[in-house]
């Protein structure tokens, strides 16, 4: 991306309060799970020069003194998925940033009355560009079972509740969203294009605590980390890392958290030691995502990793689901 890299992008984190806007900075500047999948798949991209990155990250600060506009614009309807949120806050950057400009958003694709599908967002950026964007937050966990320096297939990134695959994932977008916008139906819909179709697929991806595997080649090697345990090892483990974690909530997936003292008071966010986690998560049926914090000098809680506590039979499980 022009502009920014990952020192600055987590120099920028540091400084901004807002949970909104931290999650919108961290859609906009976190590294892409991905590389470029040519022909078709090419990378979604915020900001085209230098100039529009460092106008984005002033409009960040801008926004993160004074978001009140974004909190109405998120609670104007309930939104329960991590996906959702996401569309809302890249819509909103769109509508309102310092680069690309929204042009249409959730454009269904519909013959003979059925929809075939839906594009996500159609952009224009300031250079004149038509973009067709996808959008993606995803998290998967490697299913296990790798060793030292061994290499790692796309197939066995399983979503948490085994519902979901990367491979699969990747070869919808590829073979059927983003190909929506040149389809032949399209050009009734109102949008005049040609559209360029892009990926903008942002996530994070968890491996198995001390295992240490070679990405895959599709993956881009920058992409957030983070890891995941059996309840049987999770005491070990937890012991080893913090005194202080939290569940996190499907919509506090995406930048690392981080709570003011006033915060905490006021959300009534309760940190605890790792047994009083462990009993917190015995009651879902699959694997909680949690993450460790530490204080700082200022008492605020920042994140310090990240990861799920799976069920003891998850592993064997995934690994089936892997190989499916």
Not at 58 to 81: G, K, V
Not at 232 to 244: L, N, R, T
Not at 300 to 323: K, M, T
Request: proline fraction near 7%; hydrophobic fraction near 45%.
């Amino acid at each position: 991306m022009p502009g920014i890299d990952a020192v600055s992008r987590d120099t920028l984190l540091d400084t901004l309060h807002d949970s909104a806007v931290r999650d919108l900075t961290w859609l906009l500047l976190s590294a892409d799970l991905l590389r470029p999948q040519p022909p078709v798949g090419a990378l979604a991209n915020p900001f085209d020069t230098p100039q529009e990155a460092q106008a984005t990250i002033d409009w960040l600060r801008a926004l993160d003194a004074a978001p009140e506009p974004l909190h109405h614009e998120l609670a104007a309807t309930r939104i329960t998925r991590l996906g959702r949120y996401a569309e809302r806050l890249l819509g909103w950057f769109l509508q309102h940033g310092p680069a690309a400009r929204l042009v249409a958003a959730g454009v269904p694709l519909r013959r003979a009355g059925v929809t075939l599908g839906e594009c996500d967002f159609l952009v224009q950026t300031r250079q004149g560009a038509r973009l067709h964007w996808e959008l993606a937050v995803k998290c998967y966990l490697h299913a296990g079972g790798g060793h030292a320096q061994s290499s790692a297939r796309l197939s066995d990134y399983v979503g948490p509740n085994l519902k979901d695959r990367f491979d699969l994932k990747l070869a919808h977008v590829l073979n059927h969203q983003l190909p929506l916008s040149a389809r032949e139906e399209f050009a009734s819909v109102g949008y005049a294009g040609p559209w360029t179709p892009q990926m903008f697929i942002k996530g994070w991806l968890f491996y198995r605590h001390g295992e240490t595997l070679l990405d895959p080649i599709e993956v881009d090697p920058a992409h957030g980390h983070g890891w995941w345990v059996t309840r049987g090892d999770w005491p070990e483990f937890a012991a080893a890392q913090a005194q202080k974690w939290r569940t996190l909530p499907r919509l506090e997936w995406l930048a690392p958290r981080r709570h003011t003292p006033l915060e905490v008071q006021t959300a009534g966010l309760a940190f605890v030691d790792a047994q009083t986690l462990a009993g917190q998560t015995l009651h879902q049926h699959g694997p909680a995502m949690v993450a460790a914090f530490a204080e700082d000098s200022a008492g605020n809680l920042i994140e310090r990793s990240r990861g799920f506590i799976v069920p003891d039979e998850w592993p064997e499980l995934a690994q089936s689901y892997a190989r499916q």
